[in-house]
């Protein structure tokens, strides 16, 4: 059980140790180090998912009322695994890529803590240790965004801030709430909310979900709070970006799960205007983020303005609170992390190599780098939702919950919706792959050279592709495990 | 009849021959004569006090052998034994705070003359406070006129002349609606000792009879009187009268000339007029309509002015307004706290005048604000002085001016309808207060670099610093055991009617 | 035991002035052990309780200047005494500056002892005339540099105190004629019976005696001058417009609300929701003025307007939950301030720089002192496991407990408040830890973090804040406690 906090405290002291530790001349021996406790803490993570089976680790009480209480449970597992292998690929990939930036300690640093931070937050047990791990996250994080140091990063990095710290308190408001009215601030599966207060105080609960939906939804970039994703994420380094879009965004989405199925209960909210206006707003985000990304020139920028859209896919599905759609919606967590981490570094290979950011300037990239294109065709295919990639599979569950939960109108607006925005998906992603693969008639082969990325960048993109595909072929251990959780949270 | 009743009378005299002998003598001899008198006359006012206090009753002492209705009368209390040893005190320490500035701002062959109106003045203040006959009453409030303006013109400058020919006018209409009143009344009642006039006046009211020339009375009384003390609006000729006249002068007629009239005034609500009848009257209102005003007006103009006398000047008008206020709350509280009030203010008001002076003179005699900017620490015990007095009228605990403060905020809340004026004008007042009065106390505490002014030392001024201790002291003391002169002072309202 | 804690600051003080010192290190060490011995004095006053009132004088009638120890008088002489001493030490160093340090030090110790005396204050006319007189010994502090602008801040200072002590003065008349007595008692002192049917002159009387004491704790509108006295040198700044004074505001207004009007008598009524609407405003005003504000103290001031009003808002939710929650925040945030305050001030004394845009990359040179600073903006933000949290989290559940409409939107408010308190305090550490790629280190050289004396505060009162976050059951079952009047 002491394996949780281990997981969690050995990344952020660590992290801390990096930070306040002298500049090392060596860049290498840093690499190392680094290397080294990246291993170690995912180490400790798993150890601590096999290890702790269901146990609860309260470290100590923030207030006699309020205990930090750590435990895993099948969502925990869930988002823990995909943040460490997400978190190990982007890290080896930055040993390459951070090469030429400056202040790199102060990178891996925040870098580890941030690391620590999510595992927290995956094992938290009670809603204010998520709280408490849910703001640090934002602290930790901000100085990832604003880590090149340039105007437009720190003004972005102070923006991100800012609407995380908002989102943040919304959702503190709820929990103020919680504490007066529920039985306990513990996660537990079917809500925490008192029968009695329940009837008693729905109009206020049900205006307390809404906002502690909102405010969780301002990291998964959910409309009306999305406008800081697409400043923060590109200005990142391309690992970090893939960090922020693939796994902090999550938090998010794992704040909002937490929220709905552990604490309020989907009978509590099922059928009341908040779950409306919730699949409203996801499916506003959905189209708007594909339409966003399909008018945006510059490559990081239409991947960020993707994961708006594609995370909203996810909160889609659990906002229609249908087996099939929580199903898909988990898958898509999965799904989208592997695949966004995958061609956020992709796109870092590329800006490492030729040093160029816009979309149409990559004509030919994909005679210069085979291996790299391939993998990024592969990825937005599985964005896409084309067989044989997990996001066909997620997003078919989306659609089939969406057909099968009985909500007049939501239950075809939303898969048209899904759909549409998967065309303008294509319609965004795959003219890079046209264009690099294909770049014309009147491109000059003459000037294309071979420039393969190095091993240690290609191997995590290729890592991520093939877990991408690997869902999508096998998926079916995988949605049986799904479907037990899901049985258990409605 | 005991010895002890002889007193009162016996002062008043002492005072006028003094005046008179005074006339014949050089200023030196004059100023000793002044001294033994004050002296003489504040044992006798505290021989009359401890008699009164003891007997716990009034005395009536009739002047001659014509027994009443006819004879003249005097009325002696323990308020007012203790209104007329408070007076002499005063004027004691304010003659002796300003004696430095007499010599050099009254020319030598006038000084005679000086204290010949100091006497008169004394006698005219103790005849008010004492006489039970109200023409009487209006021979003095003639003299005590008469004298005052000679102290304000006794500085020969253009400034004063014009002051004291305003006050002249002023105060003879003041005297002059006065006059009328006390004839209408004697009409009405055919009576002037005061007794004699309660008594018709009563009976007058009880059956309905003369019911508007009554009123008249009350008005033209009460107004008379309001602008010889400056009650709001009639305070016109106050600020030059004070801001002008030496300052011995100004401490003396702020605190205790327009003291006289307000303790006269009172006395005819309590002894003439009738507690009662008085109250029903409108003009009660009027009173505490205008002690509203002058409260804040007199605050403002005060806030506005540039020059420190002057400044305090209208500050007298303020405090004025809180007394007529207390009066016009129409409650035994209410008047309780103003003549508390009359003796707080006495007893600051004189303070900040002769403090004002000290400080003015280390600033090369210079009254504007500009000039006196580090003034406390070249004349530290004024500055110390100055800034007590301040700190009294804010009305800062310790000081006498939070108990008035006190005592008129209790007085209002027992009133009901007017209440809540009384009380949101006190907070508003006391800011306003705070600022003209703070705002100096920050000036002189002020460092200058290398100032162009000497600073004296208390050596240099022994008898200043001694008399300002002496002020301090009786602030202070006003303010902390306020219970006993408060109980003398409800004791003797009581025995007043 | 009560009047010689109250008298040995005030007489130090003036001692200070008189005794002619050969060295400064002599009267630092007379005051520091002055000081210290004060707060054990405090300290043993405060564990051995004497458990009747000690009357000192007798004003008129049944007034009279009276001493005891509560539970309230704990809280708030504790949070003095420990803050002193460092406090002093701290000015020490920074004082090193500036002109007429006696004047400046007598007049800092007597408010040692005039804070305390109001702290210590059996009745509400005791606490008002120690009211009176820390606004006067305070002013002197204000106006210590001289510049014109001091003086102008002080004389703003000044009027606004003794106004706001005018009207407060109308409050304490009325608990003389309607209260039963002037003491404090636990759930007010208020005589229904006399009472009758005035209750709404009652209330509004409340309404008026708590914006005058909220004049102190800067409640809006009448919070211009906190900002302004930040002409001050920064030990008072710190000590004095964070916690002394100000919280002595906040103070008597608890006093005011929970121990002579009593909850009762309040609760649910029209002047409730006036004064409670009133702190939300300022809440929020506060705060969006901080980040307008470019000048670091100034920043810093304005902070605490609106972090007082978290304490005032407490006091209006009129629970003993609400008491407890105003409590918290009344102790904590005097931490969290002085701590950020320290900070600020070490910035000037080290650098000279007084503006929130000349702090770019100092993070590096003065890691300390900004690390405090960190902690302190975290901690003000509201961050679980620093203190903050937990006064709001208190303050958050009084207001959820009441169940009333309003004391909901104060949540709101905190909340929103929550949010630009981390825009302005969290914009000057990305400032002083990331200045940007082309910002010049070299404009930078030669400083460097302060001397002991000043890191020696900082560090203490950043333990502080993470004891009293992550372990402030004992101190907040304290706070229930003396809201329960068990104390």
Same mark, same amino acid.
């Given at each position: 059980?002491y394996y ?9 002291l660590t992290g801390?140790?990096?930070?306040v ?7 290498k021996?840093l690499l190392i ?8 803490t995912?180490v400790?993570?798993?150890l601590a998912l096999c ?5 609860i680790l309260?470290?100590?009480?923030l207030?006699d009322r309020?205990p930090?209480l ?6 925990s597992i869930?988002f823990?695994?995909?943040?460490m292998?997400?978190?190990l690929?982007a890290? !080896?990939f930055?040993?390459i890529?951070?090469?030429h930036e400056?202040k790199?300690k102060?990178?891996?640093?925040f870098y ?6 999510l595992?927290a937050l995956?094992f938290a047990g009670?809603?204010?240790?998520f709280?408490?791990f849910?703001e640090?996250?934002t602290l ?5 965004v ?6 437009e990063a720190?003004?972005?990095g102070?923006?991100y801030? &800012? ?5 943040a ?18 996660f537990?599966t079917?809500g925490v909310?008192s029968?009695?207060a329940?009837?008693d105080?729905?109009?206020i609960?049900?205006?307390i979900a +809404?906002?502690?939906l909102?405010? !969780?939804g301002?990291k998964?970039?959910?409309? *009306? ?6 400043a923060a994420h590109?200005?990142?380094?391309a690992?970090a970006s893939a960090?922020?879009?693939?796994v902090?965004?999550?938090?998010g989405?794992l704040?909002?799960v937490r929220?709905?199925y552990?604490? &309020? ?8 205007w908040?779950?409306t206006?919730w699949?409203?707003?996801t499916l506003i985000?959905?189209f708007m983020?594909?339409m966003?990304a ?8 239409r ?10 896919y ?5 906002s229609?609170?249908?087996?099939g ?6 898958l898509?967590?999965?799904?989208h992390?592997? =695949? /966004?981490?995958?061609l956020?570094l992709c796109?870092?290979?590329? =800006?490492y190599?030729?040093?160029k950011t816009r979309v149409?300037?990559f004509r030919g990239?994909g ?5 790299l ?8 295919l599985g964005?896409i939702g084309i067989p044989p ?8 569950y989306l659609?089939?919950?969406?057909l099968s939960?009985?909500?007049?109108g ?5 898969p048209t919706?899904?759909l549409v ?7 965004y992603?795959l003219?890079l792959?046209?264009n690099g +693969?294909?770049p ?6 003459g000037?294309l ?5 190095p091993?240690l960048?290609?191997?995590?993109i290729?890592v991520?592709?093939l ?5 999508g072929?096998? *998926?079916?251990?995988?949605i049986h495990y799904?479907?037990l959780?899901?049985?258990k949270i409605? | 009849m005991? +010895?002890?009743q ?23 001899t ?5 001294r033994?008198l004050?002296?003489v006359?504040t044992?006798l006012?505290?021989?009359t006090l401890?008699y009164t206090?003891e007997?716990?009753?009034a005395?009536v002492?009739?002047?001659? /052998?014509f ?6 009368e005097?009325?002696a209390g ?7 040893f408070?007076f ?10 300003? /004696?430095k500035k007499l ?8 000084v005679?003359l000086?204290?010949v ?15 039970n ?8 409030v003639e003299?005590?006129t008469?004298a ?8 020969q400058?253009g ?13 003879l209409l ?6 009328l009143g ?6 009405l ?5 005061m007794?004699n006039?309660k008594?018709?006046?009563?009976m007058l009211y009880?059956s ?6 009554l009123?008249v009375t009350i008005?033209?009384m009460?107004v008379?009187l309001a602008?010889?003390s400056?009650?709001?609006?009639f305070?016109?000729?106050?600020p030059d009268?004070?801001?002008?006249s030496t300052v011995?002068s100004a401490a003396i007629l702020s ?7 307000i !303790?006269?005034l009172i006395k005819?609500?309590y002894?003439?007029?009738?507690f009662?009848?008085?109250y029903?009257s409108r003009?009660i209102?009027?009173? &505490? ?6 409260m804040?007006f007199g605050?403002?103009?005060?806030i506005r002015?540039?020059?420190v ?14 007394i007529?206020?207390?009066?016009g709350?129409?409650?035994q ?7 508390f009030?009359?003796l707080s203010?006495?007893?600051t ?11 003015t003179d ?5 009254r504007?604000?500009i000039?006196l900017?580090?003034?406390a620490?070249r ?7 100055f800034?007590?007095?301040s700190?009294s009228?804010v009305?800062?605990?310790?000081f ?6 006190l005592?008129f905020?209790?007085?209002a ?7 809540l004026?009384?009380?949101i004008?006190?907070?508003?007042s006391t800011?306003?207060?705070?600022i003209?009065?703070?705002k100096?106390v920050?000036?002189?505490y ?8 000497e600073s004296v030392? &208390?050596?240099?001024m022994?008898?200043?610093g ?8 009786l602030?202070v ?5 306020s219970?006993?002169i ?5 004791r003797?309202?009581t025995?007043f009617? | 035991m ?5 008298f040995i600051?005030i007489i130090?003080g003036m ?15 007379f005051?520091?052990s002055a000081v210290?011995l004060?707060?054990?004095?405090v300290?043993y006053?405060?564990l ?7 009357t000192l004088a007798?004003?008129t009638?049944?007034?009279s200047?009276g001493f005891?120890?509560?539970g309230?008088?704990i809280v708030?002489?504790g949070l ?5 001493? +460092?406090?002093?030490?701290y000015?020490?160093e ?11 030090f007598t007049?800092?110790t007597?408010?040692y002892?005039?804070?305390?005396g ?5 009745n509400?006319?005791t606490m008002y ?10 002013v002197?502090l204000?106006m210590?540099t001289?510049?014109r ?5 002080s004389?703003k200072?000044l ?9 407060a003065?109308i ?6 004629i309607y209260?039963s007595?002037?003491?404090f008692?636990l759930?007010?002192v208020l005589?229904l019976?006399?009472i009758g049917?005035?209750t709404?002159?009652?209330?509004l009387?409340?309404?008026?005696a708590?914006?005058?004491?909220g004049?102190?704790a800067a ?7 906190l900002?302004d006295?930040?002409?001050a040198?920064?030990?008072v700044?710190?000590?004095?417009h964070a ?7 906040a103070f008597a207004?608890i006093r005011?609300t929970y121990y002579s009007f ?5 609760r649910?009524t ?7 609407l009133v702190?939300m405003?300022t809440i929020v ?6 980040v ?5 103290k ?12 978290y304490v005032?808002?407490?006091v ?5 939950l609400?008491?407890?929650g105003?409590?918290?925040?009344l ?6 301030k002085?701590?950020s305050f320290?900070?600020?001030g070490?910035i000037m004394?080290?650098?000279d ?10 993070g590096?040179?003065m890691?300390?002192v ?6 302190s #903006?975290l #901690?003000?933000?509201?961050v679980p496991?620093?203190a903050g !949290?937990v006064?709001k989290w208190n ?7 009441s169940?009333?409409r309003?004391?909901y ?9 929550a949010l630009l308190?981390a825009?302005?305090?969290l914009s000057i550490?990305?400032?002083a830890?990331?200045p940007?790629?082309?910002?010049n ?5 030669g400083?460097?973090?302060p001397?002991? /004396?000043?890191?020696i505060?900082?560090f203490?009162?950043?333990?502080l804040?993470?004891v009293m976050?992550?372990?402030?059951a ?13 104390y």
């Open positions: 059980m949780i906090a281990l997981s969690v405290l050995f990344p952020i801390v140790y990096l930070l530790r002298k500049e090392i001349k060596n860049r021996s180090q680094t290397g080294i406790f990246l291993v170690i995912t400790l993570g798993v290890l702790s089976g269901g146990g309260t470290p100590f009480n207030t309020l930090i750590f435990k895993v449970d099948e969502i869930l823990a695994v995909m943040t292998v997400i978190f690929c890290g !080896f930055s040993f890529y951070m090469e400056e790199e102060r990178y891996y640093g580890l803590i941030v690391f620590g931070i595992l995956c009670n809603l204010i240790t709280y408490l849910f640090l996250l930790s994080s901000m100085p990832l604003l880590h090149t140091g340039s105007r720190i003004m972005a102070l923006k801030l &800012f609407y995380s710290l908002s989102g308190y919304m959702a503190l408001f709820g929990v103020y709430f919680i504490e007066r009215y529920g039985n306990t601030l513990t537990s079917g909310i029968s009695q329940a009837a105080n729905t109009g609960l049900l205006w +809404f906002l502690m909102i405010g !969780f301002v998964a970039g959910m409309f *009306p709070m999305h406008a800081w994703l697409p590109p200005v990142a380094p690992p960090v922020l879009s693939a902090i965004v999550k938090a989405v704040g909002m929220a709905v552990y604490i &309020f209960g989907v009978s509590f909210l099922r059928g009341t908040v779950q206006a699949m409203v707003l985000t959905v983020g594909s966003l399909y008018r945006e020139p510059v490559l990081k920028k991947l960020a303005y993707s994961t708006v859209s594609q995370v909203s996810i909160l889609f599905g659990f229609v609170m249908d087996a759609s929580v199903t898909g919606g988990l898509h967590v999965l799904c992390g592997a =695949i /966004k981490a995958g956020f796109a870092g290979a590329l =800006i190599k030729t040093g149409e300037e990239a005679k210069e780098m085979p291996v294109m391939w993998c990024y065709t592969i990825l937005s964005l990639t997990g996001g066909f599979i997620s997003k078919w659609a089939e919950g969406a939960s009985g909500l007049s939501f239950s075809w607006i939303g919706v899904l925005s998967a065309l303008l998906t294509a319609g992603l003219p792959a046209i +693969f294909l014309g008639a009147d491109y000059d082969y000037s050279k071979k420039k393969e990325p091993l960048m290609v191997i995590p290729l991520l592709t877990l991408s595909v690997v869902m072929l096998f *998926p079916e251990p995988l799904l479907s959780i899901v049985e409605l | 005991d +010895f002890v002889n007193f009162p009378a016996v002062s008043i005299l002492l005072c006028l021959f003094g005046g008179i002998i005074s006339s014949g003598l050089r200023g030196k004059a100023r000793y004569v002044n033994g004050l002296l006359v044992f006012s505290l021989c401890c206090l007997s716990g009753e005395f002492y009739v002047m001659g /052998k027994p009443a209705p006819w004879g003249n005097i009325r323990m308020l007012e034994a203790f209104m007329a408070f002499c005190i005063i004027m004691l320490l304010s003659l002796e705070g300003g /004696k010599v050099e701002e009254v020319e030598e062959e006038k005679f000086y204290y109106l100091i006497d008169l003045l004394l006698a005219s203040l103790l005849a008010l406070v004492y006489t006959d109200l023409f009487t009453a209006y021979v003095f003299i005590n008469i005052a303006c000679g102290l304000i013109m006794i500085r400058n400034r004063t002349i014009e002051a004291a020919a305003r006050y002249m006018i002023m105060s003041g005297s002059g609606l006065l006059l006390i004839c209408m009344l004697y009409d009642t055919g009576h002037l000792l007794s006039i008594d018709q006046a009563a009880a309905g009879q003369y019911r508007i020339p009123l008005a033209l009460s008379g602008i010889k400056a009650l709001f609006p305070h016109a000729w106050l009268a004070y801001g002008y011995s605190s205790l000339v327009s003291k006289g009239y !303790f006269l005819i609500i002894r003439v007029i009738g009662e009848v008085f029903d003009i209102d009027v009173l &505490f309509a205008f002690g509203l005003m002058g804040i605050s403002v103009s005060a002015e540039n020059d006398r002057r400044m305090i000047a209208f500050s007298s008008v303020a405090q004025i307004g809180y007529y206020m207390g009066i709350m129409g409650t509280a209410g008047m309780a706290a103003s003549v009030h009359i203010h006495a007893a008001k004189s303070l900040l005048f002769i403090a004002a002076i000290g400080l280390v600033s090369g005699g210079s504007k604000f000039d900017t580090g003034g620490y004349n530290k015990w004024a500055g110390v002085a800034t007590v007095g700190l009228m009305g800062v605990p310790l006498s001016g939070f108990i008035s403060k005592l905020a209790q007085a809340v027992q009133n009901g309808t007017k209440m004026p009384a009380l004008v006190l907070g508003i800011v306003l207060n705070a003209y009065f703070m100096t920050i000036r002189i002020t460092p200058v670099e290398d100032s162009a002014y030392t &208390f050596k240099n022994k008898l200043y001694l008399t300002l201790i002496c002020f301090i002291v602030n003391f006003l303010g902390v055991s219970q006993p408060v109980d003398l002072i409800e003797g309202l025995v009617s | 009560i009047l010689l804690v109250i600051p130090a001692l200070v002035s008189l005794i002619p010192f050969q060295k400064r290190s002599h009267m630092e060490i005051l520091e210290v004060n707060s054990f004095l300290g006053l405060l051995h309780r004497p458990d009747h009132i000690i007798n004003f009638g049944n007034l200047i005891k120890v509560d309230m008088s708030f002489a003095i005494s420990v803050l002193w001493p +460092f406090a002093t030490l000015a020490f920074y004082m090193t500056k500036e002109k007429h340090e006696r004047i400046f007049f800092y007597m408010t002892g005039v804070t305390l109001i702290s210590l204050a059996a509400l006319l005339f120690f009211y009176e007189l820390l606004t006067l010994v305070t002197p204000v210590h001289l510049t602008e001091a003086i102008l801040a004389r200072y009027y606004y105190s003794l106004g706001g002590a005018a009207f003065f409050g304490l008349i009325f608990i003389i209260g007595t002037t003491d008692v759930g007010g005589d019976e006399r049917e005035r709404n002159v009652l209330l009387i409340y309404v008026i708590f914006m005058g004491f004049v102190k409640v809006c509108p009448f919070n211009s001058w900002p006295a930040g002409v040198p920064t030990p700044t710190a000590l004095l916690v002394a004074v100000v919280k002595s505001g207004i005011l009593g909850t009762e008598f309040l649910g029209w002047a409730q929701t006036v004064v409670m702190t405003f005003y506060g705060c969006s003025r901080a307008k504000e470019t000048h670091l100034r920043r810093l001031a304005y902070s605490t307007i609106s972090n007082l009003s005032l808002f407490g209006t939710i009129m629970t003993p609400g008491m407890v105003a409590l918290t925040h102790t904590f945030h005097a931490v969290m002085i701590s320290f900070c600020a070490a004394h080290q650098t720089r007084h503006y929130v845009h000349e702090l770019d990359g100092m590096y040179k890691p300390c900004f690390g405090v600073f960190t902690v #903006a #901690a003000l933000m509201g496991g620093l !949290f006064s303050l958050a559940a009084a207001a959820v407990e169940g009333s309003i004391a939107g104060g949540i709101g408010c905190l909340l929103i408040s308190t825009i302005y305090m550490v990305v400032r830890f990331f940007g790629k082309d910002f280190m070299a404009a930078l050289e400083i460097n973090d001397d002991w /004396k000043m890191l505060p900082l203490v009162f950043t333990i804040i993470l976050g992550l372990y402030s004992p101190a907040v079952k304290f706070f229930n406690d003396v809201a329960a009047g068990i």
